[in-house]
């Protein structure tokens, strides 16, 4: 027994003499790698696009019957169609009326995507020229819609910010600020330079984060400036905490659309600005 | 809030569930790269890797892990195997930053690789040994050989092997 006593003893004062506890820059390395890895979507929150072989099918159909309800004559077999198929007229008023919702609509219709992008289309349909960057929808349904002006929220109960972090994530940037109690009231704000006061952050433009009934003081234990080399987001700085009022400022490449929304347990801010 | 709201929510809880679990066992996840590698920058690297490599399999298995702590340093001792083949080089560690000579640690860096780890899990991190087994990625008849054996060769300090 002591012998084996005397080999825990000393197994374990030499394992404790060559390690050592890891630095704190070890954490928060694994944190920055985890948080900002661009994570897959969640599948459940996308609806599947169609694949283009379904499309193209459902556009055959589509103009098919809408041929045979013009004149049976035309669908005369299946060989026929992919030959007549670019000699079909078009539809006449009677078609569109008997199929108001035809393939345009259906292939026009944009995909639910965070990125702004032009969505493609094979049948060419008028469109307005939009000037100002339209709002796309978030990418989750249930998400505000992206704004690109003001935004607020949050309750009236106070609450202490523990942490902040930036992400990236596929078609947004995010910035989310952790709470140890509700979220509190918030208001966010647009605007087309970077430059807060006497503060110039990175970017070109600016989200103005201001928080009330919050504070950080003795509970926020997180960066107070962040710089992440985002598609949008430039840096996130903690500029004022103090009276009540919390001020970030978001230091952003382009004047983009953006969204916030509250999470529970543990409370947070999500602010998602669209790439 | 709707079920897709929910899901969003789901995947930011678990990286902070995640991140909750992983800071828990770092330290012995730590050392246990540190004893394997006897390289503490590479420990270091190895330590982010697996948890990087493990943060895929927790999202796979949706979080449903039992044993967070034995699994995360199964995870751990595979990297560390596999750096160790990658970065292989002539002699490898040789632990003499580590552990320079007559300190307590000393005979400890000239065990083999597997049975210093295994000593480690038993003796320091007071693991059972079929978890000892099971993060050294052995049966529990070979890991509790290696813990008795290491045992053995620390009490002939003479004969002791290189790494």
Not at chain 1, 57 to 68: E, M, S
Not at chain 1, 196 to 203: A, C, D, I, N, S
Request: proline letters at 10%.
């Amino acid at each position: 027994v002591s012998s084996d006593r005397s080999i825990h003893d000393r197994v374990r004062d030499g394992f404790a003499a060559i390690t050592h506890a890891p630095r704190p820059e070890l954490a928060q390395r694994i944190r920055d790698s985890i948080w900002n890895r661009v994570a897959p979507p969640p599948q459940p929150l996308l609806l599947p696009l169609p694949p283009p072989v379904l499309i193209a099918a459902v556009l055959v159909l589509t103009l098919l019957t809408a041929a045979i309800w013009e004149g049976p004559a035309i669908a005369s077999g299946a060989g026929a169609i992919g030959s007549r198929l670019p000699h079909l007229p078009t539809p006449g008023p009677a078609a569109a009326r008997k199929h108001p919702t035809t393939s345009p609509s259906i292939v026009a219709t944009p995909r639910p995507s965070p990125s702004p992008s032009p969505s493609p289309s094979a049948v060419p349909t008028p469109t307005p020229p939009a000037t100002p960057p339209a709002p796309v929808p978030a990418p989750v349904s249930n998400l505000p819609g992206y704004v690109c002006a003001e935004a607020s929220g949050g309750g009236t109960m106070p609450s202490a910010m523990t942490t902040a972090r930036v992400g990236a994530q596929a078609g947004f940037d995010r910035f989310v600020i952790q709470f140890n109690g509700p979220v509190p009231q918030y208001a966010l704000r647009l605007q087309a330079s970077p430059t807060f006061g006497t503060t110039t952050l990175r970017g070109s433009a600016g989200l103005d984060v201001v928080l009330h009934n919050a504070s950080g003081a003795g509970t926020y234990g997180a960066s107070q400036d962040f710089l992440p080399a985002f598609t949008e987001l430039r840096e996130a700085r903690l500029l004022s905490d103090s009276q009540g009022t919390v001020e970030w400022a978001l230091g952003l490449a382009h004047a983009s659309c953006f969204h916030a929304f509250v999470l529970d347990g543990p409370a947070r801010l999500v602010v998602d600005v669209q790439d | 809030m709707g079920d897709d709201t929910t899901a969003n929510d789901d995947l930011l809880m678990g990286r902070d569930a995640f991140m909750t679990r992983v800071e828990a066992v770092l330290d012995p996840s730590y050392r246990l790269a540190t004893v394997m590698l006897l390289d503490r920058e590479r420990a270091e690297d190895a330590v982010h890797e697996a948890t990087l490599g493990a943060w895929r399999q927790y999202r796979r298995l949706r979080g449903n892990v039992t044993n967070f702590r034995t699994w995360f340093l199964s995870r751990v001792a595979r990297e560390c195997r596999r750096l160790r083949w990658r970065w292989r080089r002539p002699g490898g560690a040789s632990g003499q930053e580590l552990a320079p000579a007559g300190s307590a640690g000393e005979a400890l860096v000239r065990l083999r690789r597997g049975s210093r780890a295994a000593l480690f899990c038993f003796f320091y991190l007071d693991l059972p040994m079929d978890e000892v087994a099971h993060v050294l990625g052995v049966s529990t008849a070979r890991a509790r050989l290696r813990v008795h054996r290491a045992g053995e060769r620390l009490d002939r300090p003479a004969e002791a092997e290189e790494p």
